[in-house]
């Protein structure tokens, strides 16, 4: 760890949403979200993402038509502990029959606990994407089904449907959640099937069940990959989705048959089964 780390405070007057969307798109870690923006934090300079975020700013302002005025501060910190503040403001997940909770916080007795501490990997349960696959993991995952989480970042997904019984296999884009999956599995004593660093085309298995809680572009971007990996009446949970890119999924999703539509505040998640002829 470096004795400091850069802080960038990113507040823009309007269209949050569409900041965010930027945001999970081109920065390679997390961020966090506050009310009136977000907080990006890393060990590397965060210049080039302030320029990156400017020039975003700037063609999304043309696009409108509209003046959006983006509140920028970079700060150099003292690398004292700001994931020890951050976990103090953790709490546990209670998503039945799964517990999330910290390390330092009790597990719940006749639940399916999943210790997840927080990590610049994406993934504790808290949000509302996580969440809805969480409750379609409950509803859709069966003992001895095979399993592939595709973006698994923390491994929060992977391992609940491994709690479930099922066999998983998990992949991500980013070196850094490929670990952190890693070190979660062991932090609650599950193993994968295989884990990977890369897209899911990365395997020729089937699925009984697939999770893809990533960006709606990149869904459709993997959407053949996506059907050629499920087994025939498999299921797909599709989360990551904000409503208005609904329509757009869907219909890169055409071939299957919509299932449910969990919603939750802006964030949709759709559970999709393969048609015998997809
Ligand atoms: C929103 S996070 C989801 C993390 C976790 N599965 C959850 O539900 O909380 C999306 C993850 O997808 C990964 N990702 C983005 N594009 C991907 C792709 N084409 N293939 C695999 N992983 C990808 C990102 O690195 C990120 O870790």
Not at 55 to 76: C, H, P, Y
Not at 85 to 97: D, K, L, M, N, R
């Amino acid at each position: 760890m470096q004795d400091y780390y850069y802080m960038l405070v990113v507040k823009p007057s309007s269209h949050l949403e569409l900041f965010s969307d930027f945001l999970v798109d081109v920065l390679p870690v997390g961020f966090e979200e506050i009310d009136d923006g977000f907080i990006i934090r890393s060990e590397e300079d965060l210049e080039t993402v302030q320029w990156g975020i400017e020039q975003f700013s700037e063609a999304l302002q043309r696009a409108l038509g509209e003046v959006i005025d983006v509140d920028m501060t970079l700060t150099k910190e003292k690398n004292d502990d700001w994931i020890a503040q951050y976990q103090q403001g953790i709490s546990p997940v209670e998503i039945a029959p799964f517990y999330i909770h910290p390390t330092w916080e009790e597990p719940k007795e006749g639940m399916l606990n999943i210790a997840i501490d927080p990590a610049l990997a994406f993934g504790t349960g808290h949000h509302p994407t996580t969440a809805s696959c969480l409750r379609g993991i409950a509803k859709y995952v069966k003992e001895g089904d095979v399993v592939m989480d595709v973006g698994c970042g923390s491994g929060i997904l992977a391992i609940a449907a491994i709690k479930k019984g099922a066999v998983v296999d998990a992949c991500d884009t980013d070196p850094l959640s490929v670990e952190n999956a890693s070190v979660n599995a062991e932090q609650n004593h599950i193993s994968y099937r295989r884990l990977w660093e890369g897209p899911i085309n990365e395997t020729d298995e089937k699925y009984d069940v697939i999770i893809a809680n990533i960006v709606a572009d990149v869904l459709v971007f993997i959407a053949s990959d996506l059907r050629k990996r499920l087994r025939e009446g498999g299921v797909l949970i599709l989360s990551g989705i904000m409503d208005k890119y609904e329509d757009k999924v869907l219909r890169a999703y055409k071939n299957f048959e919509l299932t449910e539509r969990l919603v939750e505040n802006e964030w949709v998640t759709l559970v999709v089964t393969q048609k015998g002829n997809a």
